[in-house]
C-alpha cells in the first residue's frame, strides 16, 4: 500500500498558477457539459446507447432535498438539493431508462433484460425528502430510501447534524453562554434540535414502502464499518435488518454502507444478513460484471441537469475504457501462455 507523500502547500506564483489552472478546469467543464446537454448530444446518447454497449444501472445518490431559499448551512450536504432542479435531474435520467428500485434494476439486470435502469438513492432518510418522493410516485416512478436505526427510530442525531447544530448554538452568544459550562476545564454543549423532526420516523417509512419505495438498510448508529470490530459490525448490520423486518414490515433487499466504508468482512456480513445487493459511495456505474454488494453510485449535487448528464456520460465511458482493458490485457495473457505452449511444444517435438 502506498502511503500519501506530504507536500508543502502552494505559495506564491505556483498556488496563482494553480488557482488559475482550476478555474479554466471548472470553465471547460461548465462549456462541456453545456454543449453536450443542449446541443442534443445527451439524449441523443442515452437514446442508444443500450444499442452500442451493454445494458447498466446508474445508481443516483441524494441525501437532502431542500424546497425554499438557500439556507446558511455549514456542510455541503446540510444544503441539499434544490427541488427544482431535482425534477430536471429526473427528466435528465429518464433519457436513460425507466426508474427503478435498486434492486429491481439489479435483478433485470441479471435477468438479461437489454435496457439500462436508473435508481435514486436517499441515505439518512431524512424528512426534507417526501416532497421529492411524493413527485416520484406521483410520475410513476420509484426510488430507495436508506434508513439508520437510531434516527428513524429513537430520533437521534447522526453526529455531523449534532456537530452542526452544537457549531451553530456557539455562533450565536446568547445560545453559547447559555449551552457552554467551563466546569472542569471541559467544554459540554448538548444538542438541541431532535432529530424526530429531522427524519423520517417509523409510520413515515411504512406509509412509503405501502406505496412501492425500497427502504434499504443504513446500519443502526452509521459508524464507518471498514474499521469497526468484527462484534459491532455483526450487531449493526443485524439490527438493521431487525428494523427493517419488525418494525417497518419489509423484507430487507438492499443496503448502503455507510460513509461508503466497507471491507471484505463488512461484505460478507451483508449478503450473510440476507441483503440481496448494497451500494457504497465509489463513483461510478454497474454492469451486470460488478459485485452485488460493491455496486457503485453517482453522486448528484445542487447543480444543473447538464453538470448531471455530463458525470454520467464521463463515469460511463471510463466504465467502457476499464473494461476494455481488462479485455485487452487478458487477451495479451492469453496470446503469451498461447506462445509459450506452442514453443514448449516444438521442444518437446525435437527430443
Known amino acids: 500500500m502506498r502511503h500519501p507523500v506530504s507536500r508543502p502547500p502552494q505559495t506564491g506564483a505556483r498556488a496563482a498558477r494553480a488557482s488559475r489552472h482550476r478555474s479554466f478546469r471548472s470553465i471547460a467543464r461548465w462549456l462541456g457539459a453545456v454543449a453536450l446537454y443542449y446541443t442534443g448530444l445527451y439524449h441523443l446518447y442515452a437514446r442508444f446507447r443500450d444499442s452500442w454497449l451493454a445494458p447498466c444501472i446508474v445508481i443516483v445518490m441524494y441525501h437532502r432535498i431542500r424546497c425554499g431559499p438557500r439556507p446558511a448551512a455549514l456542510t455541503k450536504l446540510e444544503e441539499g438539493v434544490d427541488f427544482c432542479r431535482f425534477r430536471e435531474h429526473v427528466r435528465a435520467l429518464r433519457a436513460v431508462g425507466p426508474l427503478r428500485t435498486v434492486c429491481g434494476a439489479w435483478d433485470d439486470l441479471r435477468a438479461g433484460r437489454r435496457r439500462s435502469s436508473v435508481a435514486i438513492t436517499f441515505d439518512d432518510a431524512y424528512r426534507d425528502i417526501l416532497p421529492a418522493v411524493e413527485y416520484l410516485v406521483r410520475s410513476g416512478h420509484t426510488c430507495t430510501v436508506y434508513a439508520v436505526v437510531s434516527a428513524s427510530k429513537h430520533g437521534e442525531l447522526l453526529w455531523w447534524d449534532r456537530l452542526s447544530d452544537i457549531v451553530r448554538r ?60 468484527q462484534e459491532r459490525l455483526h450487531r449493526e448490520i443485524e439490527e438493521s435488518k431487525r428494523f427493517l423486518s419488525r418494525e417497518v414490515g419489509i423484507w430487507p433487499v438492499s443496503f448502503a454502507y455507510p460513509h461508503g466504508s466497507w471491507s471484505e468482512a463488512a ?16 463513483p461510478g456505474i454497474a454492469d451486470r ?41 487478458f487477451s495479451a495473457w492469453q496470446r503469451a501462455l498461447e506462445s509459450k505452449a506452442k514453443l514448449h511444444g516444438q521442444r518437446w517435438s525435437k527430443r
Not at 461484505?267 to 465509489?282: E, I, M, N, P, Q
Request: aromatic share 4%.
Open 170 to 229: 456557539l455562533t450565536n452568544r446568547a445560545e453559547g453562554e447559555r449551552g457552554v459550562s467551563q466546569s472542569d476545564n471541559a467544554l459540554h454543549v448538548e444538542a438541541s434540535s431532535p432529530g424526530s423532526s429531522l427524519y423520517l420516523n417509523v409510520s413515515e417509512l411504512r406509509e412509503l414502502a405501502r406505496r412501492g419505495v425500497e427502504i434499504g438498510g443504513h446500519s443502526a448508529r452509521h459508524p464507518f464499518l471498514g474499521r469497526v470490530s
Open 267 to 282: 461484505r460478507k456480513a451483508v449478503l450473510d444478513a440476507g441483503f440481496c445487493c448494497a451500494v457504497t459511495t465509489h
Open 289 to 329: 460484471t460488478d459485485d452485488p454488494a460493491f455496486l457503485p453510485r453517482v453522486p448528484a449535487g445542487d447543480e444543473t441537469a447538464a453538470t448531471l448528464a455530463l458525470r454520467i456520460v464521463r463515469a460511463d465511458l471510463a466504465r467502457v475504457w476499464r473494461r476494455r482493458r481488462q479485455t485487452l490485457r
